[in-house]
Structure formats: C-alpha cells, structure tokens
C-alpha cells in the first residue's frame, strides 16, 4: 500500500510524474464518453461507409480528437445474413493511441452486434451499431443505431460539459419513423385498393342477380369454402389422398392418415402427385403426424401443393438448443461437435448439411445426424470445399428449435497437426521477412506446443533500469514485467509495441523494432491459442509464481526439462537431456544482432536467478543465469497452435511441414 499525490515543484528530480500518473489524475476529474453532441456517426445513403464528424472524447484520462470528418468503410453485406458492426473509439496501450475503428460482427438471421473489449490493454467507447441487413448496397442513416447515451458502452464526459443535446437522437427517430411509414402505409395501401376492388367485383355481381337467386348464390360461395373431407391410403411410402369437392382454386382439406408419416414420404391427389409443405415454406420432417392424427390443411389447385396448417399432433415445449457447436476439418472429412442441452424436452439433435450457404430450415439440405450423440463424423467429402452445417434440436414428437447453431468446415488433403510426432519441423510465423522453423516439442489432448528450431534474434530480455543503484539498473528479472514478454505478445508496427509496465520501466535497443506478431499472417494470429503460463516473481520476498496469458512465451527450466528452485509449468516432451535442449542461431539472428559475447548459441529462459539475473541455457544444454539486460544472448520463443490445423501432406525442400491456409 502505498501513497501518492502532486503536482509539486521537482528538486534534482525527485519529483518526475509519468504519463500513466497523469491520466489517472485527469481520469479522477473528467469522466469517459464523447463531449456533448459531438462524435455522431451518420451515412447519408450512398455508400457501404459511414462517417465520423469532428468531436472529442475522454477513455482512461487520455485525450481524444478528430478534427474533420472521417469515413469509416462497411464490408459489404452478405447476400443470405444479416449482420450489426459497431463503431467504437479504441483505446490502447500498446500501439499509445486512441483511434476510430469499425468492429465487424458476425452474419446471422438475427444478428447480434459484437462485444466491446475492455481490458487492461485496450478500452473502447461504443459510439453506434451499425445494421447490415443481407443484401445491403448503402448505409442509411435509420440503420444507425447511436449509443453514445448508454453510459455502459460509451456516455457523456461528466465534469467537462453542462447538458445534452437530443437534437440529433430525435432526427434518427424521426427517420426511422419515416421510413417504417413509408414501407408500411405504402404496403397496406396496396392491399386496401385490392381489396377494395375485390369488393367492388363481388358487389357488382350480387347487384345483377335476382333477389330470388341471391341466396342460392351465396350458399354456393359457402360451401366452396367449406373443407374437403379426403379419403387417406398408405400404400408404400405413397399416402394417397382423394374425394377433393372443388376443383379451382385455395380448398380447405381434411383427412384422417391411415399411418405414421416417415421422412421422404410422398402424397397425391386423385390421382395427382402433390407438394406438401408447411406455413414457412419447408417440407414435412420425419414423425410429423402419426397414424389416426386428424389433418387440415389448404390445397392450392394452381401449383398443386398441400399446405399443412400444423402439425397432426398438439404443440410441446421445444427444447434448449444444442451449444458449442463446432467443425473441425481433416482429409477429406469434418468432425463434428456439441453439447446437448440438460432439459426434459429434449429428444435429440438434427445435423443438415450444405454448401454454398448455411441450411435455412429443418428441410433445407443433407441430412447427416439425427440422435442424442454429441459427436459426428461427416466423411467422404471434397477437399477444398467449404461444408456449412446447422444443428436442430428437437422434441419427442421431432418439433424443432430454430434459434441459430452453425459452424463450418473446408476438408483439406494432409496431417492434422496433433497427428505428428513431437520432433517434426513447420514453418510458422515470419522475422527479418523469413519463415520460422518451428519444432513440435509437446503434445497435451488438442494443444501442440512449438518451439523456434533455433534462435531468431538476440535481444535482452529486459532493458536497464534506473541508475546504477537500482534494483533493476541490470534489467527487470520478473517477467510478467519484462520487455520481451511484451514484444512477443504484440503485433504493433515498428516502434509502437512498448508500453512502460511500472514507474521505471525503460524501453530497450529493440523498442524501434515492430513487434513480433506483426510478422504473423491473419491466419498465423488466428491459430495462436493463448495459454496460461506459470511465470516466478523473485522479487517478492518470499518469492512467489504468478499466471499469466500469453500466446508466445519464452520457456521455462521445468519446460525444458532442467532442475529448477521454481516450478513452471510442466516438461515438454521433447527436451530429454543436455543434447536436446542445445540450439545454434538462425543466418539472420547472427546478422541482424551479432553475438557480443565469447560463448555463441546461448539462449534465454524465463525462469529468474538471483538479483536483475535469468537463466540462460549455454551451448553444452546446461544452464547459467546472467545479467537480463545483456543483448548478447538469443530468443527461442514457445507457443501453442490447435491440433485441428492442417499441415500439407509432405514436406519442402527445407524438410518441413506448411499450414494449409483457410
């Protein structure tokens, strides 16, 4: 626990106040959100963008600023899916910025706009959602939802203004009431003059028959309207339905079935083979009605198709949907995943299958699963194409429950890669503009733990600190603090990853570099899975670990299979002995940062020494601490890739395996 205050006058420098010490300061008086009435985000029809208009804002003490308007792009709407993006300002430490950005969110038929990220790292305001509903081609201003009054996700600067303006929310509203009038009265104008005429016509003729015949007349009418009561007969798979009274026309039918009805099942009429479908539009799904089930329905003469009303049987609880429903790809074959719900109404689950677009209701496309499992393995597809799969879950009498679970799969021809052997060699990632060699070195269920075949840079793990009396003039030994946890965690451009950790953290030689992450493709970054890391803090007194994310670390002695005072994590599999543990550098290693030091092929642990020292592992395979902020010694970073990613079936010429893309 600790006191702090200021300003106060600095004598000799023993009063400095950092940046992070001032936007605390200023936090404690001006309140996040936008300034009153400014940062609207509008679109006036023409184009998939919309635009930011000059305004200022406040996150976390920090200043922001547009001067002009901004146009913020839209990706283009998907021709079957909805979607809702937002935009929102992001505040981050790492790239020291505050910036507008578009969050894209992902396509459904009721789209649910995507989550705000709000850590320690980065904050953002969100300033509006955006709806993309399918088949967009311009962003209109009703399609702009403004949040900047929602003090949860975004709100006004308090402290800093004296009222709000509802001037611009109320011309939304005002549009939005526009444009609902415009479609809805025009619609229902339509079907009042069509009506109107049909009136018109009836009228017309009852005008012209004698008062004597009307009645006939119009008890005609009633009983074309009146049902048709069919005979049923099962023969087969083919229900055969007659004794249609109307000849023309929508007729109201009623049948009594003679047996259950099975998917696949076929129905004619007098003779005729007849659609059946039911009021959404999709076909019958397997135990629809049972034998001795009472049926209406309507049947349109024109188009010769059977409009089932309801089901043959009284309407039951659906059941919870299916969750955590996923695909994972192989050769030539998807696998599928999910957790059924724990409620009494559920009776199973229905898997469809389709390509081009996800399947639209219970009937639309290949039927692949149907029971009460929690996997399947979908096989004999086609490599390369992409298989889009949606789940339903059902009740006991095969109700369906329709609230959106997909997932999607592209098979590819080659390995998984937890299907290889610890040892071998891929290529991941990109420094100094070249692939990583990486090696398999642990397997853990579906976690692939790879380490850089050799060193790829020297830098030091933490830059001098304070003066030559401070604990960490010979670098910071706590990594959770240290500079090149944050370097191999960042994906900033060059000169932008470092962000101070504490009150004397210092940037080292590399703080100019971008971070390693920036030399990742989007699907490199996408198959990174970040993972919980026991790291030691020997500092405290006594000394304790701390767990910390990362999806790139440096290992630890325990990882590489060494005696430690600290336990850090578990032994890789793939480090046995001294022979194992020895690595030479990379040609670019050695060019771009020689080695400054009499013994070459030293790398760096984390596990920490004594005193401002860490572990290096020498040429020999054995282990040394040194000072951290020695640049002479080398990084073999770690980091872990989902076993479902799929390698091309058979090495390069360097002898490794490549990641198939998608």
């Known amino acids: ?20 010490w001032l936007a605390k300061y200023i936090s404690s008086i001006v309140g996040n959100g936008t300034y009153d009435g400014e940062l609207g985000v509008t679109a006036d029809g023409s184009a998939m963008s919309v635009t930011l208009p000059s305004g200022r804002a406040w996150i976390n003490g920090y200043y922001y600023c547009n001067d002009g308007n901004l146009t913020l792009a839209i990706d283009n709407a998907d021709g079957v899916f909805n ?62 939802t403004d949040c900047r009054l929602d003090k949860l996700v975004c709100g006004i600067v308090t402290g800093a203004v004296t009222q709000v303006d509802t001037a611009t929310f109320y011309n939304q509203i ?15 104008t339509t079907w009042k003059n069509a009506k109107y005429t ?51 026309g929508l007729v109201p039918c009623v049948f009594k079935a003679d047996a259950d009805y099975n998917f696949g099942d076929t ?43 309801s089901g043959g049987s009284d309407y039951d609880t659906l059941p919870a949907q299916v969750e955590n429903f996923y695909a994972t790809r192989d050769n030539a074959k998807v696998t599928l995943s999910w957790t059924n719900p724990g409620d009494t109404n559920f009776a199973g689950v229905l898997i469809l299958r389709k390509t081009g677009g996800y399947p639209q209701r219970p009937s639309d496309g290949d039927r ?78 579906s976690d692939v733990t790879l380490i850089a075949d050799k060193i790829i840079v020297r830098y030091a793990i933490d830059a001098s600190e304070g003066n030559s009396g401070s604990v960490g003039y010979r670098g910071n030994n706590r990594y959770s603090q240290s500079n090149i946890h944050q370097w191999l965690n960042s994906g900033a451009g060059a ?18 570099a971008a971070g390693f992450l920036n030399g990742f493709t989007n699907n490199e970054k996408e198959l990174l899975k970040a993972k919980s890391i026991v790291a030691v803090n020997s500092r405290a007194s006594p000394a304790v670990t701390e767990t910390l994310n990362a999806r790139v670390w440096l290992p630890s002695k325990t990882e590489l299979g060494l005696t430690s005072g600290y336990t850090e994590g578990t032994k890789f599999a793939g480090f046995s002995d001294n022979n194992s543990r020895k690595a030479t550098s990379t040609a670019d290693a050695d060019a771009q940062t020689p080695d400054k030091s009499t013994m070459q092929h030293c790398y760096w642990s984390r596990t920490p020494g004594s005193t401002s020292r860490t572990y290096v592992i020498l040429p020999d395979g054995t282990s040394l601490y040194s000072y951290t902020a020695d640049n002479s010694y080398g990084i073999r970073p770690c980091c872990c890739l989902s076993g479902s990613a799929m390698l091309h079936p058979e090495p390069d010429s360097d002898g490794c395996y490549i990641l198939e893309e998608g």
């Open 267 to 309: 129905f004619t009429m007098d003779g005729d083979v007849i659609a059946t479908v039911l009021p959404d539009g999709s076909g019958l799904e397997d135990g629809f009605f049972k034998a001795r089930t009472v049926l209406t329905g309507v049947y349109d003469t024109d188009s010769k198709t059977l409009n089932f009303r």
């Open 83 to 144: 979607r809702k993006d937002i935009a929102v300002l992001r505040w981050d430490v790492n790239a020291r910025s505050i910036a507008a950005q578009v969050i894209k969110g992902a396509q459904a038929s009721t789209a649910v706009a995507p989550s705000i990220t709000r850590t320690a790292e980065q904050y953002d305001l969100k300033l509006a959602e955006i709806s993309v509903p399918a088949g967009t081609t311009a962003i209109t201003q009703s399609m702009i």
């Open 495 to 512: 000169g932008e990853w470092y962000t101070a950790q504490h009150s004397e953290d210092a940037p080292p030689s590399y703080s100019s």
């Open 1 to 20: 626990m600790a006191e702090s205050s200021g300003f106060f006058a600095d004598v000799s420098g023993d009063r400095e106040y950092t940046s992070d």
């Open 174 to 188: 005002q549009a939005d009431l526009a444009e609902f009038k415009g479609t809805n009265e025009a619609e229902f």
């Open 368 to 445: 692949v699963y149907s029971g009460t499992g929690t996997t399947y393995e979908d096989a004999g597809l086609t490599n390369g194409t992409q298989y889009y799969y949606r789940a339903y879950a059902y009740n006991s009498k095969k109700q369906y429950q329709t609230l959106y679970c997909a997932a999607t799969g592209t098979p590819l021809e080659g390995y998984r890669l937890d299907s290889m052997p610890v040892g071998i060699k891929i290529k991941f990632g990109s420094i100094f503009g070249k692939k990583i060699i990486q090696r398999v070195t642990n397997l853990d269920g």
């Open 198 to 248: 049909e009136f018109q016509s009836w009228l017309s003729t009852m005008q012209n028959i004698p008062p004597a015949d009307a009645a006939a007349y119009l008890q005609g009418q009633i009983n074309s309207r009146a049902y048709s009561k069919l005979d049923c007969k099962k023969t087969g798979t083919v229900y055969a339905l007659s004794g249609l009274t109307v000849a023309s």
